[in-house]
Nanobody, 124 residues
Framework: QVQLVESGGGLVQAGGSLRLSCAAS????????MGWFRQAPGKEREFVATISWSGGRTSYLDSVKGRFTVSRDNAKNTMYLQMNSLNPGDTAVYYC?????????????????WGQGTQVTVSS
């Protein structure tokens, strides 16, 4: 059983930056591909970024490309999301999730474990 805990959320002005962390425990971290997702009020949860188990492959939601960077440190069992040039449209609860390496994932489907989320609020 893998436990995921997000941190680093908060209130920031438009144009600002935040760095989210996702700390994993209870499993072998490099056995999992990881993802960041977000859910704004009244909207469905959406994919933001993914990173492969080795960190060698990443993918991003089009609207965050060039602004967000996903990374991981397998020695620290932690994944990160560096978010720059934030705008009010990025306001949401951000979640991290883990999927076993051999699991097919699409959007939010296929992930085995989820964190509780961290709130990110961007003021205009």
């Amino acid at each position: 059983q893998v436990q995921l805990v997000e941190s680093g959320g908060g209130l920031v002005q438009a144009g600002g930056s935040l760095r989210l962390s996702c700390a994993a425990s209870g499993g072998t971290f490099n056995s999992y591909n990881m993802g960041w997702f977000r859910q704004a009020p009244g909207k469905e949860r959406e994919f933001v970024a993914t990173i492969s188990w080795s960190g060698g492959r990443t993918s991003y939601l089009d609207s965050v490309k060039g602004r967000f960077t996903v990374s991981r440190d397998n020695a620290k069992n932690t994944m990160y999301l560096q978010m720059n040039s934030l705008n009010p449209g990025d306001t949401a609860v951000y979640y991290c999730a883990a999927a076993r390496r051999d699991t097919y994932v699409e959007g939010t489907r296929g992930y085995d474990y989820w964190g509780q989320g961290t709130q990110v609020t961007v003021s205009s």
